[in-house]
């Protein structure tokens, strides 16, 4: 079984859509996480929510609008989208933040591109 | 400025081979992490070192966290193509257990 899963796994769009990332985990996790990888693959954060309350938001544009509906799931709005939004978009979770005994579980993975 | 610096950036080396992945840093931590990234997948925890100068060993793989506990390093004997991937060492930052910063990552390929 696939403990954190996100959809779609591709995503193509024209700059201006707006687009929603998916994800679910089901390891019972209180904590879940966006993160960008960039062309260069680096892996930076964007949120982290914690029983569904947003604990962290690193400076991203309002653009971006996650959701928390509960806390197995976390999804991802995009508004107006622009060249700079293409990368990975990784989900992950934790089961209460992060501490020695608890590494982030990250999904596969949503390749963004945006012409 | 880079809380945690990685080097090599990128690792082209032969089968057989030895090599060596740095982390360092300015900051002081509590722990820190090292994950793999193969192609299509997300970054999977290798291992976590916590006390100054701990060694832990994965099977070829040997983990050493400095002394000091600002940097550390991953040590792989005898690489194979399987060990090819995006080696990316991580640490918690700002004194905040709901983010994990990473390194820049190092990419290594192991060559048949």
């Known amino acids: 079984d696939t403990a954190v899963s996100q959809t779609p796994k591709y995503l193509v769009t024209q700059m201006g859509n707006d687009k929603s990332i998916k994800c679910e985990q089901n390891l019972g996790h209180d904590t879940m996480y966006w993160y960008k990888q960039d062309s260069k693959k680096f892996l930076k954060i964007m949120f982290s929510y914690n029983n569904k309350e947003l604990i962290i938001n690193e400076t991203v544009p309002n653009r971006f609008s996650p959701k928390s509906p509960d806390k197995a799931h976390l999804n991802l709005h995009i508004n107006s989208l622009e060249l700079g939004d293409s990368a990975v978009y990784f989900c992950a979770s934790t089961p209460s933040g992060i501490y020695v005994n608890s590494p982030l579980h990250f999904g596969n993975g949503t390749r963004l591109t945006v012409t | 400025t880079q809380l945690l610096e990685q080097s090599p950036q990128f690792l082209s080396i032969q089968e057989g081979e030895n090599l060596t992945v740095y982390c360092n840093s300015s900051?002081?931590?509590?722990?820190l992490q090292w994950y793999r990234q193969e192609p299509g997948e997300g970054p999977v925890l290798l291992v976590t070192v916590v006390t100054g100068g701990e060694v832990k060993k994965l099977k070829r793989l040997t983990f050493q966290f400095g002394d000091a506990r600002k940097d550390s390093s991953l040590h792989i004997t005898a690489a194979q193509p399987g060990d090819t991937g995006l080696y990316l060492c991580?640490?918690?930052?700002?004194?905040?257990?709901?983010?994990?910063?990473f390194g820049k990552g190092t990419l290594l390929t192991v060559n048949p």
């Open positions: 991580a640490a918690n930052s700002g004194g905040s257990n709901y983010k994990l910063t």
């Open positions: 900051s002081v931590f509590s722990s």
